[in-house]
């Protein structure tokens, strides 16, 4: 799996969007760009995850630029309940065998604060 | 509810001991990893099970870690004559096999070895 790159933490006022960056320069083609979050004393949790194009959903936006080197996940509004260690994964999705690849390997993620 | 819950939340032991959690996956998932996390980093991958069948364990798992998943639910993960350092986070998470790739996380066990 293509090795990912995220700054160590970073800060957002409440109610901004909080830009997360994630640099995977060594990305394959057929890996896929993935987003966890950590909250404090809870399991990861599935955020958004995609190819090549920008995604979208309920939690938040992933764009991956064209070149597919870097992707940055967006909470278009952040909550204090976003404060968490977010995790960016590059993953290929799909084995030769056609079933879903296993596990995911977790680096050490970026800490966002979200502060009043 | 119905996610994934895992059994204790939190053991403490003496060292040379010998520990077992329990993970019950959310129930219609075939998939069921181990995962371990430490103080400040993030969580390291285990082994995981499709179904009853243990596909892969990582060189973490030492001869003192046993997983099994009998029956293809619930799993558990037992480890031998503790020692200081396998004080750590056990997550369990499941997912289907035709997915792409959505984990979901049980709340983990919390280990401490005394």
């Known amino acids: 799996d293509a090795k990912t790159t995220q700054p160590t933490s970073m800060d957002c006022a409440e109610g901004r969007a909080a830009n997360l960056p994630c640099n995977h320069s060594t990305i394959s083609g057929n890996e896929y760009v993935y987003w966890y979050r950590q909250i404090h004393s809870q399991g990861p949790q599935y955020i958004i995850h995609?190819?090549?194009n920008n995604e979208t959903n309920e939690m938040a936006s992933l764009i991956i630029t064209e070149d597919r080197k870097s992707s940055t996940l967006i909470l278009p509004h952040a909550t204090l309940r976003d404060t968490a260690v977010y995790y960016c994964?590059?993953?290929?999705?799909?084995?030769?065998?056609?079933?879903?690849?296993?596990?995911?390997?977790f680096g050490q993620g970026t800490i966002l604060t979200v502060h009043p | 509810d119905t996610g994934v819950s895992q059994n204790p939340r939190h053991k403490i032991t003496k060292r040379g001991q010998n520990v077992t959690f329990r993970c019950d996956p959310i129930s219609e998932h075939n998939r069921l990893y181990w995962y371990r996390q430490t103080l400040g980093q993030g969580p390291e991958f285990l082994t995981y099970f499709q179904n009853e069948a243990q596909l892969e364990k990582s060189r973490l798992l030492s001869d003192r870690f046993s997983a099994e998943r009998p029956k293809g639910s619930f799993s558990t993960l037992e480890i031998q004559r503790t020692e200081q350092g396998d004080s750590a986070m056990y997550l369990c998470?499941?997912?289907?096999?035709?997915?792409?790739?959505?984990?979901?996380f049980g709340e983990g066990s919390r280990l401490t070895v005394l």
């Open positions: 995609g190819l090549k």
């Open positions: 994964i590059v993953r290929v999705a799909w084995n030769a065998g056609g079933t879903s690849y296993g596990k995911l390997t």
């Open positions: 998470a499941s997912s289907l096999a035709d997915s792409t790739g959505e984990l979901f």
